[in-house]
């Protein structure tokens, strides 16, 4: 559980309807509700944040979320990505940490993002940027599929890098290694996001269409938090039908 703590936290749910793999996915049904109203409600339940907000270019989530009794804001500029369009959001707010939740993982949970928040609260805070989650993957088809990101990380737990595909490349069979996929969601201090969003992106960003790899090309420290937690994000729509059946 995460001790009460001075900063004042806030969670931003980016939310971009033409979603270029699965158009339309967060205003898809799942289970009576859509994809994003369950993403918002399961941020809010948690009990972690001084403020839940919605950021979208969508006239349809925007009208969703007000509908839904939701903090929500429409974003004014176009953007390439979900971070760019929350440091709009969160420019001129009064806030010490950011947490953004991807709008297709609408299965977060609280365990989970309190042990994110954690990492900024311990010693060695002062040197963490942003912190994010990784999970363990067993599953050859999940370690090569390229809709899943993975990331390694030094014995600091530190990223060195993120991928969409297998890495690290395993030349070596009989080596120890365990991959892990990244979570999309992330707790930034509000510096490092301004940052971010003032900087260019460079070419192996371009390549990887990764946002967080921005980041580390400039030198910033990411915290990796291990999660046992297995969550699923909505970037196809077989993706859709597995979460239908998770809620049941």
Do not use: W
């Not at 530190?158 to 690290?168: H, T, V």
């Not at 400039?218 to 998770?246: F, N, W």
């Amino acid at each position: 559980m995460t001790e009460p703590s001075k900063n004042r936290i806030i969670a931003m749910i980016p939310a971009r309807y033409k979603a270029s793999r699965f158009p339309g996915k967060l205003m898809k049904d799942l289970n009576g509700k859509t994809v994003i109203t369950r993403t918002y409600e399961a941020a809010v339940n948690t009990g972690l944040f001084d403020e839940v907000y919605v950021v979208t270019d969508s006239g349809k989530i925007f009208d969703e979320i007000v509908n839904e009794g939701g903090h929500v804001i429409r974003s004014e500029k176009e953007h390439e990505c979900g971070s760019d369009r929350i440091a709009e959001a969160v420019e001129h707010m009064d806030v010490d940490i950011v947490v953004n939740v991807q709008g297709d993982e609408p299965f977060i949970d609280k365990e989970s993002l309190s042990k994110l928040l954690d990492v900024f609260n311990q010693e060695g805070a002062a040197e963490i940027d942003l912190a994010s989650l990784k999970t363990p993957l067993t599953e050859s088809d999940d370690i090569t599929n390229p809709n899943n990101v993975k990331v390694i990380t030094g014995n600091d737990d530190f990223a060195l890098y993120f991928s969409r595909f297998p890495i690290p490349y395993p030349r070596d069979t009989s080596a120890d290694v365990t991959y892990y996929k990244h979570i999309g969601i992330y707790a930034f201090r509000k510096s490092a996001l301004m940052d971010f969003y003032r900087l260019p992106m460079l070419p192996l960003e371009a390549a990887e269409k990764i946002e967080c790899i921005r980041y580390l090309e400039y030198g910033k420290k990411i915290k990796m938090v291990e999660t046992s937690v297995k969550s699923i994000g909505i970037d196809t729509p077989e993706d859709l039908e597995k979460a239908r059946k998770l809620l049941g």
